[in-house]
């Protein structure tokens, strides 16, 4: 048996598919339960400032990885480019951490009664992304060789410390 990444593998799509409906299914509970604070604009100001920056860091992830060279499970596309330029010359992950401010904001935003539910569901989905993350290093690293240098020269969410 290898020990080579092997993503194609119908056990590791599997996985892939099973941690992307987590992904959404705890997304969803988060706007669920968040939302109707942010759209009777109850939310706190620090749960709007960390939503804004949320949305600002995927934009600019999805403005420097050109649509197409992604995917939204943790495979890499076959003859993806690596890319590190914009938020990915600190971030190997700005998508994830883009999300994880967004349901950050949702921990923030929601009232007393509702933040054990979205707080349950916000370390559940930081869990769900650090083993996606975890699995798509893996394959980066067997289909880009110079991934192994950007690892070191950056981090996985946030910038110098994780």
Do not use: C
Not at 3 to 16: I, M, S, V, Y
Not at 64 to 72: D, L, M
Not at 116 to 140: D, N, P, S, Y
């Amino acid at each position: 048996m290898s020990d080579t990444p092997t993503p194609g593998k119908p056990a590791n799509q599997l996985t892939g598919v099973a941690l992307v409906l987590l992904q959404f299914a705890l997304i969803a509970v988060i706007a669920w339960r968040a939302g109707p604070s942010f759209l009777a604009l109850q939310a706190s100001v620090l749960a709007w400032v960390v939503l804004a920056a949320g949305v600002a860091l995927g934009g600019w992830a999805l403005a420097a990885n050109r649509p197409g060279n992604f995917n939204i499970r943790p495979v890499p596309k076959a003859g993806g480019q690596l890319v590190r330029s914009g938020p990915y010359a600190w971030i190997r992950h700005p998508m994830y951490s883009a999300i994880l401010l967004m349901g950050l904001s949702g921990v923030y935003g929601v009232d007393i009664p509702g933040r054990m539910l979205v707080g349950t569901a916000f370390f559940a989905l930081l869990a769900v992304l650090w083993i996606k993350a975890g699995l798509e290093e893996r394959w980066m690293a067997a289909q880009h060789p110079a991934y192994a240098d950007y690892q070191k020269a950056s981090s996985k969410f946030i910038p110098w410390l994780v």
